[in-house]
């Protein structure tokens, strides 16, 4: 939900995704919230030599999670 909030005050797209990744957010969801923020990568390729993201996506990614810690570090 606060990706969510947070996403739409930058005027970014989101979209919820269940991950069956194997990242640390999945080890912990058993005993706290978690969420990840996933960036485009061109042509959808990844986890190979080909996959590339645009440096805007990057950018949008990293002040997406700043404004989450931001938000989260008022309510501490």
């Known amino acids: ?11 970014l797209s989101n979209v919820r995704m269940p991950s069956g990744a194997g990242h640390d957010a999945g080890l912990l969801s058993h005993s706290y919230p ?3 923020i996933f960036v485009p990568s ?3 390729r990844s986890h190979s030599p080909e996959e590339m993201t645009r440096e805007k996506d990057i950018e949008n990614g990293a002040n997406l999670l700043l404004n989450c810690i931001l938000t989260l570090s008022q309510t501490c």
């Open 1 to 11: 939900d606060l990706v969510e909030s947070e996403a739409k005050e930058l005027g």
């Open 34 to 36: 978690t969420s990840m």
């Open 42 to 44: 061109i042509e959808g």
